[in-house]
Nanobody, 121 residues
């Protein structure tokens, strides 16, 4: 199994910055994509940003130009640098990894426990 542990959430004023980290551990043969999703109260979970092993990225339109996703493949860690935060960014942020635990298994989606990000106006 693959475990994901997130850190870096908190309370920040609008216009401020936060950096989230997510480290994968456990039985890992290969990780394809890593990324971040978020879920605000009363809303569905949505994609924020993802990065594949080769470095290509994809962002939600609402965060383009403000958030940056990066990855350290040697550490199996993904980061989310969030700048110019807005109250609408308030949500629980979940780390996601699509990975193969062994060479002979298919890929599975793994999720972190979530970290709260609150942006005050």
């Amino acid at each position: 199994q693959v475990q994901l542990v997130e850190s870096g959430g908190g309370l920040v004023q609008a216009g401020g910055s936060l950096r989230l980290s997510c480290a994968a551990s456990g039985s890992i043969f290969a990780i394809n994509t890593m990324g971040w999703y978020r879920q605000a109260p009363g809303k569905q979970r949505e994609l924020v940003a993802v990065i594949i092993s080769g470095g290509s990225t994809n962002y939600a339109d609402s965060v383009k130009g403000r958030f940056t996703v990066s990855r350290d493949n040697a550490k199996n860690t993904v980061y989310l640098q969030m700048d110019s935060l807005k109250p609408d960014d308030t949500a629980v942020y979940y780390c996601n990894a699509r990975a193969k635990p062994t060479w002979y298994t298919k890929e599975y989606d793994y999720w972190g426990q979530g970290t709260q990000v609150t942006v005050s106006s």
